[in-house]
């Protein structure tokens, strides 16, 4: 062997920020009592290495699933590293699913541990006795903010199970494709997916993705990370801010455009990343309050489309640079960035302008194409339309515990979108071929939720769409046919989805129709009702 072959694994990140960044920060608006607290990543890092050691004595063994039920703060952010560190899965899950999605993501995962904020303890509390697997709960808190639970089962304070552990800890070496961390993709119908990341792929990944014509940031940077940590590992940055040494800001429970522009204002965050609703209350905050974000340099944006409104308020009223990437869990998720290139300087403004609003070109790691319906590859002359397909050292082969890849014969994945590639590269997504609705970057799927409203005993049919709504993006309309000579109500048939769909999903409204348009296949016309209803939520806050 010529050179070094030190396997890859993921505790290298903090290692590096805690031994060369020592002094750098996480800033997080605590979960407790929204103050803003700051730990350095020399701190971090004694405290990861001590829980990497009390989960030892726990018994978290390596490939174990250790669950994660948090929002970002710097102690979801340990124990990321504690439990990937040392062999075992770290799976976060989103708070906001249903809870049958959360039964079932929970029980499919095998999660053995849970670490749970402590405002979401009564939910999963109530939701224990369907977990069989789960041994014990890890709660991301103090003595003082301790809950209690009439249950038979172990609940750890966790900075009571830090606190006399030891600062050393040795990092096990391990082949470093082993899995690292688990996300379960809701943008799908039916059951969710979960996708086994590896150490060799989220290093990979964050390399990429801190790369100039990525991310582009280093330790003079500070980063708000308002993408969730479990949303495709907060799109990298956890693993990357540490390994480049940029200081953290977590902000807790609390995206409201007072205190997302408190924490950028306050600790001059130059960069910042997150969906599009987060940015709209944001800049109509600081529109309201006649101020700029002066530190800010660039803001990524991904999850669903920006407006291009938003990429003119940032530049003209901050001076700061809206980039637009597209990816998705099973992709790690980046998977295209738009970043300038030089063939863009001599083009007409005006055509710059819309080639930037694009959601750009693939990173280094990444290939896409687009297809037709017979697979063949479409011309690149951002006109045509086709299947997106994708594919990458971080893009997804088999799903979770599935028994069938998840990639066609050539091993290109397909990732539902529907999009267009220029003569420079720049993809510019379309439409969704899967009929999901997208609201504050989460989803909702149609398809179950007609489904379950055609379980209603008064309703024929019933259509559910995605209507352009100001502050989630989309928001989701039923429209339905009521069954002949019966009169249901708007608030049964909510009543009736509330036994599926979490409270959020449920839809702003419903219309009584008569007909439903239809396409040549006998689908619903999804085209025809979103036109008709388009403005439907134009003026709904
Ligand atoms: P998720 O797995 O929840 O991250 O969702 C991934 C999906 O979000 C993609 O397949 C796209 O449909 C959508 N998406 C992600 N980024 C963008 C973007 N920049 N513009 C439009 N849609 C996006």
């Known amino acids: 062997m010529n050179m070094q072959n030190t396997p890859f694994n993921l505790a290298q990140c903090i290692e590096h920020a805690g031994k060369y960044f020592s002094h750098q920060k996480v800033i997080t608006r605590k979960v407790e009592d929204d103050t803003l607290h700051e730990i350095t990543y020399a701190e971090v890092l004694g405290r990861v290495r ?19 039920i948090a929002l970002n703060t710097y102690r979801h952010l340990e124990a990321w590293y504690a439990i990937s560190g040392q062999g075992a899965v770290c799976h976060t899950i989103n708070p906001r699913l249903s809870p ?19 405002i979401f303890w009564p939910l999963i509390e109530k939701l224990h006795p369907q977990f069989p697997k789960v041994e014990g709960y890890i709660v991301l808190t103090d003595k003082e903010h301790m809950p209690t639970t009439a249950h038979d089962v172990k609940l750890y304070c966790y900075e009571e199970l830090i606190k006399d552990e030891s600062t050393e800890f040795t990092w096990p070496e391990f082949d ?45 940077d500070t980063i708000l990370v308002v993408v969730p940590l479990f949303h495709a590992n907060s799109w990298g940055i956890s693993y990357l801010g540490p390994m480049v040494g940029a200081n953290l800001i977590f ?23 997150g969906v599009p609703t987060v940015w709209t209350n944001l800049l109509d905050f600081a529109d309201k309050e006649g101020r700029k974000m002066e530190s800010l340099r660039d803001v990524v944006v991904g ?27 099973e992709t790690s998720p980046l998977g295209t960035m738009n970043r300038s290139i030089p063939q863009l300087d001599n083009l007409p403004a005006e055509e710059k302008a819309k080639i930037r609003m694009k959601q750009g070109r693939p990173v280094f790691g990444i290939d896409i194409k687009i297809v037709d319906e017979e697979g063949n590859e479409l011309p690149r002359d951002g006109e045509a339309v086709g299947h997106l397909l994708v594919k990458g050292n971080w893009v997804v082969h088999t799903y979770f515990g599935a028994d069938k890849p998840a990639v066609n014969a050539d091993g290109w994945f397909d990732t539902g979108d529907m999009a267009s590639i220029d003569r420079f590269g720049y993809m510019e997504i379309v439409d969704r071929s899967k009929d999901l609705i997208k609201s504050g970057g989460e989803w909702i799927s149609s398809v ?15 259509a559910a769409i995605a209507l352009p709504h100001k502050k989630w993006g989309e928001r989701p309309l039923l429209v339905v046919i009521p069954k002949e000579g019966q009169n249901p109500t708007k608030e049964g048939i909510k009543e009736h989805l509330k036994s599926e769909f ?3 999903q449920i839809p702003n409204d419903i219309v009584f129709v008569k007909e439903i348009p239809m396409t040549a296949t006998g689908k619903f016309s999804k085209l025809t009702l979103r036109d008709q209803f388009k403005d439907f939520y134009a003026e709904a806050e």
Not at 111 to 117: K, M, Q
Not at 251 to 273: L, Q
Not at 448 to 462: Q, S, T, W, Y
């Open 50 to 68: 001590q829980l990497a050691n009390a989960l030892q004595k726990l018994g978290v063994k390596q490939g174990d699933r250790v669950g994660t």
């Open 100 to 118: 049958a999605q959360m039964i079932y993501i929970i029980n499919h995962a095998e999660d053995r541990f849970i670490f749970v904020d402590h």
């Open 176 to 220: 470093e494709n082993s899995g690292s961390s688990l996300c379960y993709t809701s943008g799908t119908t039916g059951n969710p997916k979960g996708v086994m990341y590896t150490h060799k792929s989220n290093l990979l990944h964050s390399y990429a993705a801190g790369s100039t014509d990525g991310f582009g940031i280093n330790s003079m």
């Open 251 to 273: 902000p807790g429970k609390r995206m409201d455009g007072v205190a997302i522009f408190e924490v950028i204002d306050k600790y001059k965050a130059t960069s910042a990343a």
């Open 303 to 329: 999850g669903s489309a920006a407006p291009p409104w938003m990429f003119t308020a940032f530049r003209e009223k901050h001076d700061a640079e809206l980039l637009h990437a597209w990816g998705m869990t």
């Open 448 to 462: 179950d939720m007609e489904n379950l409203a055609m379980g209603h005993p008064e309703v024929l049919m019933a």
């Open 502 to 504: 979490a409270d959020w």
